[in-house]
């Protein structure tokens, strides 16, 4: 990936150089204001329509997936079931993990008064944390990461990272609230913004791409070109240094959008993230000017 951002780079800059010294001043200046505004107008629109295309076509999809992961999510059966697993089971009652678990607020502090009343200490009190920790970091989220697959974003499913804090408060939603509401707070927290990210940057493409094919279109209908036909000597090393200008600035732009995506996506996708840029030797320097 690293060798064809900088190969893109280097292309980019001949060709538009090329086109420029061919087209001369006049001409390349009209495509260069094209360029300027389509890319102003792409990510308008970009920014305006993600997250409404992202709440009409996705997030119903995605919530009732994390819904069917987390259905399974029982806190007082997972709490029951791991003192279970540890001996610890006849020494509470479902009433008692019940309340505790309903109680809301911190889960490892309630079960751990409930456990110190009962006449366990540190050791054990850590040891079964330890354990419910270990839920919350590996089995619930690996359980919504596969419902999300089914959902077909398993190309998404590795940059999707819910801290243990947020899977406390779903867990504790569960318990004081709804399932319903705990999935709101999982795809608000970790799914939607990189769903709106990633969107954001496909429809910026998109509007570019439709919005430089317009321009193109009125300038040609409009004939402007048309009388521009003679390109003189110093036209032509003025279009050329414009071009360079020009390639310059689409750079920048390829730049400017990669950085909102590695924003957008936490910078944790595979497909291209800050360190992949950073191993570039061209593309790196318009990356860090928006990156920082």
């Not at 993600?50 to 994390?66: I, L, T």
């Not at 429809?203 to 570019?208: A, K, M, P």
Request: charged share 25%; net charge negative; hydrophobic share 45%.
């Amino acid at each position: 990936m690293a060798f064809i951002l900088d190969a893109s780079v280097f292309l980019i800059l001949v060709v538009t150089c090329i086109v420029g010294y061919t087209r001369g001043f006049r001409r390349s200046i009209i495509g260069m204001i094209a360029a300027v505004i389509a890319t102003v107008s792409a990510a308008a629109f970009s920014d305006a329509l993600a997250e409404p295309v992202y709440n009409r076509y996705m997030r119903d999809k995605v919530k009732a997936h994390v819904m069917k992961a987390i259905e399974d999510a029982d806190p007082k059966e997972i709490v029951m079931d791991k003192l279970k697993e540890r001996g610890y089971g006849d020494h509470f009652t479902e009433a008692e993990i019940g309340e505790t678990v309903e109680k809301g607020g911190d889960l490892d502090e309630n079960i751990s008064e409930l456990m110190k009343s009962k006449g366990f200490g540190n050791d054990d009190i850590d040891g079964f944390n330890q354990e419910i920790d270990s839920y919350l970091d590996n089995e619930l989220p690996v359980s919504i990461d596969r419902q999300l697959e089914k959902a077909g974003l398993s190309r998404f499913v590795d940059s999707i990272h819910i801290s243990t804090e947020d899977m406390r408060e779903c867990v504790t939603r569960v318990a004081t609230q709804s399932k319903a509401d705990a999935a709101d707070y999982i795809v608000e927290k970790a799914v939607s913004p990189i769903m709106t990210g990633v969107i954001r940057c496909l429809l910026f493409v998109i509007s570019y791409l439709v919005m430089i094919l317009l321009l193109k279109l009125i300038v040609a209908v409009s004939g402007i070109l048309d009388k521009m036909k003679d390109v003189k000597a110093a036209d032509r090393f003025a279009g050329l240094a414009l071009g360079t200008i020009q390639g310059l600035l689409y750079c920048a732009v390829i730049a400017w959008a990669l950085t909102v995506f590695c924003r957008a996506t936490k910078d944790s996708l595979t497909v291209f993230n800050a360190g992949i840029a950073e191993e570039t030797y061209l593309f790196r320097y318009f990356f860090d000017f928006f990156h920082g």
